[in-house]
């Protein structure tokens, strides 16, 4: 069985009876392993439990390279983890498992593919009340939450935000890359690295003044689409 490539970020090949299968989603690198019963002289069906992300994103490649595949998922719909349902009064929606997925729209697998996937963008991320009454919310863009802070405030949040923004491309090669890689972009990535390893609050109380702003504003930052 040939390797399969969605540019260079999803692979398989076969090593004897063992069909090593290789994507990278929003999550990251994953890599399942498919053993091949003896006798057989080759895999021409697959069957994968559950129809979240992952699960999806492996029968994708599995079809692409001429297995015949099929998902199975015990729910109603498709999605697994990533799904929304009325879950208890009618009109209201939940999020059955996680509610943002800020690498989705950036993942190399995702953008590979020959087909849009429709993202949910809402106006505002979301908004954190302050203990004045007042609330920031977390806007698309620096300069539009940048406005609802005070002046240092606004120097401090910019200063630990746009580095990830202008260099968000060079980064995402970098964490959504195999593990084990000699990195490209070596500065950008230990930048992050140096604060991605801080706690939210340790983070927030290093680059803020003490005036209220909560620190799940830094940590929950998703990628503005402009600067």
């Excluded at 099929?70 to 879950?87: K, P």
């Excluded at 919310?137 to 240092?152: F, G, N, R, Y």
């Excluded at 390893?197 to 005036?211: D, G, Q, Y």
Aim: a negative charge.
């Amino acid at each position: 069985m040939p390797d399969y490539a969605f540019g260079d970020r999803c692979t398989h090949h076969l090593v004897g009876r063992s069909l090593f299968l290789s994507a990278q989603s929003a999550y990251g690198t994953h890599v399942v392993v498919i053993k091949i019963p003896e006798g057989s002289s080759g895999m021409s069906t697959a069957t994968i439990i559950g129809s979240g992300p992952n699960g999806l994103s492996a029968a994708i490649v599995l079809a692409a390279s001429g297995v015949r595949t099929t998902v199975l998922e015990r729910n109603g719909r498709i999605g697994g983890g990533c799904s929304t349902a009325e879950v208890t009064q009618p009109g209201f929606l939940h999020d059955l498992g996680s509610s943002t997925y800020p690498l989705g729209a950036a993942s190399p697998f995702y953008g590979s593919l020959p087909f849009t996937i429709p993202w949910i963008q809402p106006h505002a991320a979301f908004a954190h009340p302050l203990d004045d009454g007042t609330a920031v919310v977390l806007e698309h863009s620096i300069e539009e939450t940048i406005d609802q802070l005070d002046a240092c405030d606004r120097k401090a949040y910019r200063s630990l935000i746009e580095p990830v923004v202008s260099n968000f491309a060079a980064l995402v090669e970098e964490i959504l890359g195999p593990i084990l890689h000699i990195p490209g972009s070596p500065f950008v990535l230990a930048r992050f690295g140096l604060s991605a390893l801080l706690p939210a609050l340790s983070l927030a109380r290093s680059h803020l003044l003490e005036n209220g702003l909560n620190p799940s504003l830094l940590a929950s930052q998703p990628i503005p689409s402009s600067r």
